[in-house]
C-alpha cells in the first residue's frame, strides 16, 4: 500500500492495522537537540485513547510508546525517529461475522475493489486506530514549535450532533473527559449523548482547532500553500468529510467589506482569513475547523452485500464510538502541529536569511475571527 508518507522536509511514515501486533511511524527530519522520551507521550495519548469514558469505545489500549531509534540520552540526534505501540486489547472475534460483508459507509467495500483483499479486523489500515501514532508524531512536532518559536496548538469540539457551546472557555477544555468548552452545557451534552448510545445510533461533530503564535510568512505561494496543506492533513484523518479555514463556508454569505481583514497600525482588525493570506502565513492565530462524519459502526440493521454480491443485513458488533469526534481533538492538533513544523522547516531552508520585514503589525492584533467561527479568546 503506498501513499503512507507525508510531509517534505518533516516525514512522517505509519504503519500497522487496529488488531495487527503493534502500530508505529518514523519520524524524519526532526531536528537535532530536541528532548524527548517516552514519558512525554503519555499526556496526548491519554487524551485520543478509547476506553476513558462512556460515551467513546470501551477498548482499553495500553498505548505505551517505545522510542526505537534516534534518541540517544533523551535528546534526538537528527536521525529517523522510529516510535512503536503494541496492541494489547484487539478482540478480532467481534468482527467474524462480517468477514465476508461489506458495511454500509465503511471502506470494506473500496479496499476490496482496490486490492482484491482486506483486513475486516477493526477495519485494519482503514482503521482509526492509525491515528495514534499521528497523535505520537505530533507531540514531537508540538515540543519542537514551543521550543523555536513558541507557538501552541490546541482544539475543542465546536459541535456534537445538533448541541453546540453558548460559549467557550478554553480553561474548560481539558477538565472534561469531552474537550467541550462550555462547562455549564455538559449535563445537556451528556445527556444527548446518553440517548444516542442508548438508541444504538451515531452523530457527527465539528472539532476547531487553533495555532497562537505562529509568526508570518509560513507557506508556499501556490502548490505548498499552508491552507491548502492543512485541509489536505485534516482530510486524512478518518471519518473527515469537511474542512473549513478561518470562516469557511460562511464567507459565501459575508461581504468583501465585511470579509476583508483590514489593518492599522495596530494590527489586523479581524481574522476571517484564518491567519493565512495567499497559502502563507499572516502572523495571526492559524485556526480551520473540521467535520466528522456519523460513525458507521452501527448495531442497527443495515442494507448491504457480501463478497458474492448477495443483499445482506449487516450488524456491527463491538466497541465502537457514538461519536467518533470526541476523540478528534488531539488528532487534530497533531496534524496542525506537523504541517506547521514542517512548513517551518521549509522557511527557514529557503527564507532564513531574509529576516524580520517592517512593517509588522500581526503581533497587535486581535486573533479571532469576527464570523461564525470566533468563539473565545484567542489569547
Known amino acids: 500500500m503506498s501513499s503512507n508518507t507525508f510531509g517534505k522536509l518533516l516525514s512522517v511514515t505509519t504503519f500497522g492495522e487496529s488488531h495487527g501486533p503493534a502500530i508505529g511511524c518514523v519520524v524524519d527530519g526532526c531536528p537535532p537537540g530536541l528532548a524527548l522520551s517516552a514519558e512525554m507521550f503519555v499526556a496526548d495519548l491519554t487524551r485520543r485513547a478509547t476506553g476513558k469514558s462512556r460515551h467513546v469505545s470501551q477498548r482499553h489500549e495500553a498505548d505505551a510508546v517505545e522510542i526505537l531509534s534516534g534518541v540517544y540520552e533523551g535528546i534526538t540526534t537528527g536521525t529517523p525517529i522510529a516510535l512503536l505501540i503494541r496492541n494489547t486489547d484487539a478482540r478480532s472475534k467481534d468482527y467474524a461475522a462480517i468477514a465476508q460483508q461489506f458495511r454500509p459507509g465503511h471502506a470494506d467495500y473500496t479496499y476490496w475493489q ?26 514531537i512536532a508540538k515540543a519542537w514549535l514551543a521550543q523555536q518559536y513558541g507557538i501552541r496548538v490546541r482544539a475543542c469540539m465546536g459541535a456534537v450532533g445538533s448541541v453546540q457551546p453558548t460559549a467557550v472557555d478554553w480553561s474548560a477544555v481539558e477538565a472534561n473527559g469531552l474537550f467541550w468548552p462550555d462547562s455549564a452545557q455538559l449535563p445537556e451534552l451528556e445527556a444527548y ?3 444516542l448510545r442508548k438508541s444504538g445510533d451515531s452523530v457527527g461533530a465539528r472539532v476547531d482547532v487553533q495555532a497562537l503564535g505562529v509568526p508570518p510568512g509560513w507557506g508556499e505561494p501556490i502548490y505548498g500553500k499552508l491552507d491548502a496543506e492543512l485541509a489536505a492533513a485534516m482530510m486524512s484523518i478518518n471519518a473527515v468529510k469537511g474542512v473549513e479555514i478561518g470562516d469557511g463556508f460562511a ?17 489586523f482588525l479581524s481574522n476571517h482569513a484564518g491567519g493565512i493570506l495567499g497559502g502563507i502565513s499572516s502572523g495571526q492565530t492559524v485556526h480551520c475547523s473540521v467535520a466528522f462524519k456519523p460513525t458507521s459502526s452501527l448495531r442497527l440493521p443495515g442494507r448491504g452485500i457480501d463478497v458474492t454480491g448477495a443483499p445482506v443485513q449487516v450488524v456491527t458488533t463491538g466497541r465502537h464510538d457514538p461519536c467518533v469526534g470526541l476523540r478528534a481533538p488531539p488528532i487534530c492538533e497533531a496534524m496542525m502541529a506537523l504541517v506547521l513544523m514542517d512548513q517551518a522547516l521549509r522557511y527557514r531552508a529557503q527564507c532564513a536569511d531574509v ?9 497587535a492584533a486581535p486573533a479571532g475571527p469576527s464570523g461564525s467561527h470566533n468563539k473565545g479568546n484567542d489569547q
Open 114 to 139: 482496490k486490492y482484491g483483499i482486506r483486513d475486516p479486523r477493526g477495519g485494519g489500515r482503514s482503521s482509526a486506530r492509525e491515528t495514534t501514532m499521528r497523535v505520537a508524531a505530533g507531540v
Open 193 to 195: 449523548l446518553d440517548a
Open 251 to 267: 464567507c459565501v454569505a459575508q461581504r468583501g467589506s465585511e470579509h476583508r481583514d483590514e489593518m492599522v497600525p495596530e494590527g
Open 355 to 363: 529576516g524580520t520585514v517592517s512593517p509588522q503589525i500581526a503581533a
